[in-house]
């Protein structure tokens, strides 16, 4: 059995679908979020929270942050990939090469962020 075909490709598809939901839906979250803090703690009135929000909100936000997800999503599932084909010595390999993959993930993710940050900030219309 190819072990690409069978294990890498369906978890890298699982990744790019769900890592931009899961992106949409937290972004979601925070502005429902920050309407409760603001109309329940600070008093504020809900049409000029939301009114604010949208007046905000700029379509270019949105979509780079669904295309940087989609490029988190790559590194994440190729960097989890490789390790996971790679591990040997039991139960203490596999801790081993989750702690190496997480570490890889989160460094790459900083890396990735800051270029793609500054390419989308200075090539893509506003």
């Known amino acids: 059995l190819n072990p690409v075909q069978y294990l890498v490709l369906p978890r890298f598809l699982a ?20 309407f409760l803090i603001s109309t329940l703690a600070l008093d504020m ?17 949105i979509y780079t942050g669904l295309i940087k997800s989609g490029l988190f999503a790559v590194l994440i599932a190729l960097v989890s990939c490789h390790q996971g084909l790679s591990v040997e010595g039991g139960a203490d390999g596999v801790g081993r090469a989750t702690t190496s993959a997480v570490v890889i993930s989160i460094v790459l993710i900083l890396l990735v962020d800051c270029l793609a940050t500054a390419v989308m900030y200075y090539v893509l219309p506003a």
């Open 15 to 34: 990744f790019m679908v769900i890592l931009p939901c899961l992106t949409v839906v937290t972004d979601v979250m925070g502005m429902v979020g920050g």
């Open 45 to 61: 009135n809900p049409y000029l929270y939301i009114a604010k929000t949208f007046d905000a909100l700029v379509l270019k936000d």
